[in-house]
């Protein structure tokens, strides 16, 4: 990686190679504003691992600007102290400390800020929704000092770089675009109006922190809605605002309408926004960061090598592995622990009110999920090659204990090879290739194509036993249900090139909407059939918006509300919401109703008087998440 790995400079700032950290919401900020010490070690590791560049995340500049309790905050000098922690522990750690600042303008709510969100229009937020109250004239210049009072703390706080957050939907992004932007006055109407509050911005900010510390700016480029940004309206907006004392650009996507574009689910081809990136760099002639689903750094190298950017943002993949600059550089990409872009980050965000990683259990659990070499040694034994099995695995071993894999299937990765079947979910094999990678640096002893069994315990005799059996398909108990005509899922992503036939898919989850697409894709017509009112409500937000996209720009019919009452040799008879009986044809029957736990040894090896202990599916059908995470925790512990 010839370009990667070059020094740089923005303005004063001297960078010693091209990747950046964005900023990301890490949620480990408390209800207050204060930062912790789980906040200053999340920051630490990521600047550790070796990027040229940390940005914190984005710090409201105005209580009203918060879009959540858990939101960093630097409109008031008691901030200042924790946010020194920081930055001093960013440039310790060899990294150039930079911070990002920000207003939520509309896309916030009442519930987190106590009163009505502000916004330049009285149009309400899309996602969000609910009354808005428009800006005055003198709330704008009000707000520009806000933005250059943060600019100053922040220097205070030691950071070297300034971004301001002009994307994604937020306030500045808000002022910019004609989507959210209609007003009559001086801050709205044509492009020099529209790009008013954000130029007057960056001039305050100038004329505060001088001319010596570079400010980035940060935009979405192209907003993929009606009166939405384009590349080539970004490119106007950004000459002004160059000229006013921008000194870097961060080229992002979409707002509150088009969050997919936000942050990129599997289903986005890597390095989406570069082109983007590309057209600015060639007009403006200042430093470009590229941003968007660049989670490998051989096409960050290739990206800085057509020119497309002089900096390269990789935000998930450092949450996934803090460490993936430094074992680039050492040529170590096997070693990578890649983001695969399922979009847990963001649902955990979401629904749990917190960060997590499918692949990485240690994302905000840093000091918790400290390694720890074992005590005493022990002979453990380990059951089941699926992704619990595997972790648990190369964690034990990694912390001295003898380690024996057992997996009947000649392959390991267990439900995650089937996973990663379809075109849209290879980058599941890097995970497998991860893992498999850690259990052989480890020394784990690999028994693969060997179905272990009681005997097999006896005669390995291990000090512990830990069950990673995973789980079975759950037939639904009806008439037919045996016929030549049903398969299960794994039988469909078994790698090869499915047979086209007339398909009926039982389960409308996530499972079921991968095969119906997946055969939909290959040229069989296909009807899912779902329980509940609704598919895939168990898929992330943004990646189920594509899915269902993508299934309907494929012809795959849906019938929710529907319950499987008996197999036929020619197709199924369903019955409705309000009762009687539907046969719709089909020359094949996929079962995608859930699975059951495969806990048989359980009871069996429980009674041996062995330790014994059971994670994943085999425990309870979850999530593959949950079991690395139950992995990871079992291997620290034992």
Not at 488 to 499: C, H, S, Y
């Amino acid at each position: 990686m010839d370009h990667l790995f070059t020094p740089f400079r923005i303005k004063g700032c001297e960078l010693k190679n091209r990747i950046v950290m964005p900023g990301l919401a890490s949620f480990l900020i408390e209800d207050d504003g204060s930062i912790t010490e789980r906040t200053i070690e999340h920051y630490r590791l990521r600047a550790a691992g070796g990027p040229a560049m940390v940005i914190m995340e984005a710090c409201a500049v105005s209580p009203e600007g918060i879009v959540s309790p858990h939101q960093a905050r630097i409109y008031d000098d008691r901030f200042i102290d924790g946010l020194s922690k920081i930055a001093r522990t960013m440039k310790e750690e060899g990294a150039v400390p930079a911070v990002q600042i920000h207003h939520g303008g509309r896309q916030t709510s009442v519930k987190v800020i106590k009163r009505k969100p502000v916004a330049p229009s009285p149009l309400p937020c899309p996602a969000i929704r609910g009354e808005v109250e428009p800006l005055s004239t003198e709330e704008i210049k009000e707000l520009i000092v806000k933005f250059g009072d943060a600019a100053e703390r922040a220097v205070d706080a030691g950071f070297e770089l300034i971004e301001i957050h002009g994307a994604h939907g937020y306030l500045v992004n808000q002022f910019l675009s004609r989507f959210s932007n209609i007003r009559r006055d001086e801050y709205g109407g044509d492009i020099e109006g529209r790009t008013r509050f954000a130029k007057e911005i960056v001039l305050e900010i100038r004329r505060r922190i001088g001319e010596h510390l570079p400010i980035s700016f940060k935009i979405s480029a192209q907003e993929f809605v009606k009166h939405g940004l384009t590349v080539e309206e970004s490119i106007e907006i950004l000459n002004i605002l160059v000229e006013a004392g921008v000194d870097a650009i961060q080229v992002s996507a979409g707002n509150d309408a088009t969050p997919e574009w936000i942050c990129q689910p599997m289903f986005m081809e890597k390095a989406c926004l570069a082109e983007s990136a590309g057209k600015i760099r060639e007009v403006l002639k200042i430093p470009v960061m590229a941003v968007g689903r660049i989670n490998d750094p051989l096409i960050a190298d290739r990206l800085i090598a057509q020119e497309k950017a002089d900096l390269i943002c990789i935000g998930r993949g450092l949450l996934a592995d803090p460490r993936l600059p430094i074992k680039a550089m050492e040529g170590r990409l096997d070693d990578i622990r890649s983001c695969i872009a399922c979009n847990t980050c963001m649902e955990s965000i979401f629904r749990r009110g917190r960060v997590e990683c499918l692949v990485n259990p240690m994302l905000g659990r840093e000091k918790e999920m400290a390694f720890h070499p074992a005590r005493e040694k022990k002979k453990v034994m380990v059951i089941g090659g699926g992704p619990g099995g595997l972790n648990v695995a190369w964690v034990a071993a990694k912390r001295g204990h003898e380690v024996y894999l057992y997996e009947k299937a000649p392959v390991l990765g267990g439900q995650l090879v089937f996973g990663s079947a379809t075109e849209f979910k290879k980058e599941i094999l890097n995970l497998i290739r991860f893992q498999k990678r850690q259990v052989e640096r480890f020394g784990v002893n690999i028994q693969i194509n060997h179905e272990a069994t009681v005997e097999t315990v006896k005669a390995l005799n291990p000090d512990v036993v830990i069950l990673a059996t995973g789980s079975l398909p759950a037939y639904p108990s009806v008439e037919g249900i045996q016929g030549s005509n049903v398969v299960t899922f794994m039988e469909v992503l078994n790698g090869r090139e499915p047979e086209k036939a007339e398909t009926v898919v039982i389960g409308g989850g996530p499972t079921g909407c991968e095969v119906a697409l997946h055969l939909a894709e290959h040229g069989s017509p296909v009807t899912i059939v779902e329980m509940l009112p609704k598919l895939g409500m168990r898929l992330e937000s943004m990646t189920r918006k594509i899915f269902l996209q993508k299934l309907k720009e494929n012809g795959v019919k849906v019938i929710t509300e529907a319950k499987l009452l008996r197999v036929a040799e020619n197709g199924v008879i369903l019955e409705g919401k309000e009762g009687g009986e539907t046969f719709i044809g089909a020359e094949r029957v996929v079962i995608a109703a859930g699975n059951r736990p495969d806990n048989r040894l359980y009871e069996q090896i429980k009674a041996l008087g062995y330790e014994i202990h059971q994670i994943g599916d085999c425990l309870e059908p979850r999530s593959a998440k949950a079991a690395i995470y139950e992995g990871a925790v079992l291997g620290r512990t034992i």
